[in-house]
């Protein structure tokens, strides 16, 4: 298996803009997570997904932020408008479960900067 | 509610020293604990994981934790610190939605 697969790796874009972040999981997993990793707040759960059903959002930062999941094998994450405030690496994961001992397979990241 | 804390934001040690990395979680039952890693620009990987089947677990590139329930512990440890590895490193518990806020490990030649 390729492992997650997330794009882009890099995105670079002006304040107001709108950005979308792609994540493919590993096929079988029945979990998806997105995460935000900034400096300042180090790594921290934005929603995820069991399913395909949003279970827990209450990461998101604000109605700028959405995340979609329409099929197991794809997710997204938007940011309309985005704020330079918003700058940080956007990591997705996948899980065969959220508890016990089953591990989660994060992607390479997506490095996002908001101008 | 489950919580870890990662009491050292920052290591520091000499290649080959040994390596400790502390960590002490808060769960009303018996938990899972993982360490990952973060290499520099990458995403994070498993180093180890505990699943109450032994208390020390030995994970990847010699690194080793220890499951203390007394103590409500799960160090990471490492005999001999290489240059590689030099990174950032998570405890996490069961749920996998808590990260610790990751301990930095430097290693000096």
């Known amino acids: 298996d390729a492992g997650v697969i997330q794009s882009p790796r890099h995105e670079v874009t002006e304040m107001g803009q709108e950005v979308t972040l792609r994540c493919k999981p590993i096929s079988g997993h029945d979990y998806l997570f997105w995460y935000r990793q900034t400096m300042m707040r180090g790594l921290e759960l934005l929603i995820y997904?069991?399913?395909?059903?949003?279970?827990?959002d209450s990461g998101m930062p604000e109605d700028r932020f959405s995340a979609k999941m329409p099929n197991a094998s794809f997710s997204t994450l938007k940011i309309q408008p985005s704020e330079p405030r918003d700058s940080a690496v956007y990591f997705c994961?996948?899980?065969?479960?959220?508890?016990?001992?089953?591990?989660?397979?994060f992607g390479p990241g997506t490095r996002l900067t908001v101008l | 509610a489950q919580s870890v804390t990662q009491l050292d934001s920052h290591v520091s040690v000499s290649e080959g020293t040994p390596v400790l990395l502390r960590c002490n979680y808060s769960s009303s039952y018996s938990p899972s604990l993982f360490w990952y890693v973060q290499h520099p620009n990458k995403g994070l990987q498993l180093l180890l994981k505990y699943t109450s089947a032994a208390t020390l677990v030995k994970g990847i590139n010699g690194f080793e934790a220890e499951f203390k329930k007394s103590e409500t512990s799960f160090h990471l440890t490492k005999p001999s610190a290489h240059m590689s590895d030099a990174a950032e490193y998570f405890c996490?518990?069961?749920?996998?939605?808590?990260f610790g806020a990751g301990t930095r490990l430097t290693v000096k030649p």
């Open positions: 996490v518990v069961s749920d996998k939605r808590r």
């Open positions: 994961a996948s899980s065969l479960a959220t508890g016990g001992f089953h591990e989660q397979f």
């Open positions: 997904f069991n399913n395909n059903v949003p279970i827990d």
